[in-house]
């Protein structure tokens, strides 16, 4: 069975751009997926209001590379349109270089 989550890697608590903030709530594997997937919500700064989340998953199978991708994020109605999948992507690319560090089987 696979480990996960079992890095030993450093993952920032908090990201954060102009108004828009990515908390970090855990490492875990994805209930469907069955790969690590790292969870974070997304914020706005000022209000600490809950805009979605995102989550990138570290490994790959099947059923990651055909369907479901190495990203998953969710944004709520309300917020719609006001490009908080893509800031918070971007704000994830400097770690993303962690994840790519890592090796999985």
Not at 17 to 40: I, R
Not at 43 to 54: C, H, P, Q, Y
Not at 70 to 95: D, K, N, Q, T
């Amino acid at each position: 069975m696979a480990e996960f989550c079992n890095h030993d890697i450093f993952i920032p608590r908090m990201l954060q751009d102009e108004d828009l903030v990515l908390e970090f709530v855990e490492c875990a594997p994805h209930t469907v997926h069955k790969v690590s997937t790292y969870y974070f919500r997304t914020v706005l700064a000022n209000s600490g209001e809950e805009l979605g989340g995102i989550n990138p998953r570290v490994g790959s199978n099947v059923h990651i590379e055909l369907y479901a991708g190495h990203i998953g994020f969710a944004v709520h109605a309300g917020h719609w349109r006001h490009r908080c999948a893509a800031r918070s992507l971007r704000l994830l690319i400097p770690p993303a270089g962690i994840f790519a560090s890592i090796r999985y089987a």
